[in-house]
């Protein structure tokens, strides 16, 4: 969940089980308290434990999770909010690195179009990220930081602007 625009948040996905996965998009109104389910022609997979967050203003950025599938994902998503839609990101040209696979990754706006991406679960338990990534929308790519200080893998933690 995320900020989507002034007094607007954005949900997307999440499980109530190990089997019962969502791929909703819904907008939470604070003016009038309301959840209004938004219908896309694109959107992710239904997924849980996915990192997201708010990229410009009407923008929102989700990346990983895991999948009705239980198949872990490397995937990045941009949500339209004037729009109302999803778009898919893709990285063909190298040199196009992405962060690999993984859970539960913390993500966060850092600047007005940039978001950082840091830490999250490999495959299997008990194997932690401790990468730092930049997603920048006007290249349309991601940045895999050369980092100092943090020495920690993290997962499953929270990060904000």
Known sequence: ???????????????????????????????????????????????????????????????????????MQKDTWLFDYDKMNWERLYFYK??????????????????DKKVLLFGGLKEGYGLFYGDTWLFDLDSLRWFNLQTTGMTDSLWDSGMCK
């Not at 791929?23 to 604070?30: A, E, G, R, S, V």
Request: charged share 20%.
């Open 1 to 71: 969940m995320c900020r989507i625009t002034k007094n607007k948040v954005l949900l997307f996905g999440g499980s109530l089980t190990e089997m019962q996965y969502f791929d909703d998009t819904w907008i939470f109104d604070l003016a009038d308290t309301s959840w209004t389910k938004i219908e896309t022609k694109n959107f992710p997979s239904a997924r849980s434990h996915f990192g997201m967050s708010q990229i410009t203003e009407n923008k929102a950025l989700l990346f990983g999770g895991r999948d009705s599938n239980i198949d």
């Open 94 to 111: 190298p040199p196009t690195p992405v962060p690999d696979y993984r859970i539960d990754p913390m993500l966060a706006n850092i600047t």
